[in-house]
């Protein structure tokens, strides 16, 4: 995992964070971490948080362009609102990525934008699939998380992690 969440853009500023109420959406709250990007320029390099493998690249009118990736102990990380052409459907691959691809820390995923979204913006998650307790989830990333950093969301089987928490802690820098 990443030291500190800054290093995943260039950008140090959090716009949206965790768990915030949400009144549209499948879960009801903010399931991931936005970054904001637009006062860094909008399109900026986006490297990886952790070390997996690319599970997926898509593109839907909420997330626009993202980047699905299953980490190496089970669980997803998900970049959304990356850049890529919404006519043609062509994610902008300046990470050289593709499904199957290994991917380290550090290592460049592509750029951030705001498809599918206003603002520029790198919105991030992290997740497990199903029900899991803190006390399991600090296990399987070593790091020690409480109720407050964990948000089930029964409508898609998915516990959401603040990936703040897990990347340094917000004021990490
Ligand atoms: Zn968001």
Redo the contacts with the bound molecule.
């Keep these: 995992m990443v030291p500190c969440w800054t290093d995943l853009t260039t950008s140090k500023r959090v716009t949206?964070y965790f768990d915030e109420v949400r009144t549209t959406g499948t879960c009801g709250f903010?399931t991931?971490v936005?970054i904001g990007t637009a006062a860094e320029g909008g399109k900026i390099p986006l490297y990886s948080g952790t070390s997996g493998t690319v599970k997926y690249i898509r593109y839907d009118e909420h997330a626009g362009f993202h980047v699905i990736v299953r980490n190496d102990n089970g669980s997803y990380t998900v970049y959304s609102h990356l850049d890529g052409d919404t006519t043609t459907g062509a994610f902008n691959n300046t990470g050289n990525i593709a499904v199957g691809t290994r991917v380290t820390v550090g290592m460049r995923l592509g750029t951030t934008d705001s498809s599918g979204n206003l603002d520029p913006h790198l919105?991030i998650k992290t997740y497990v699939v199903g029900n899991a307790s803190a006390f399991l989830v600090s296990i399987q990333f070593g790091i020690s998380l409480d109720s407050s950093d964990i948000h089930y969301c029964s409508a898609v089987n998915r516990t959401y992690i603040n990936s703040l928490t897990l990347m340094g802690g917000k004021d990490c820098r």
Excluded: V
């Design positions: 949206s903010h991931g936005d919105d």
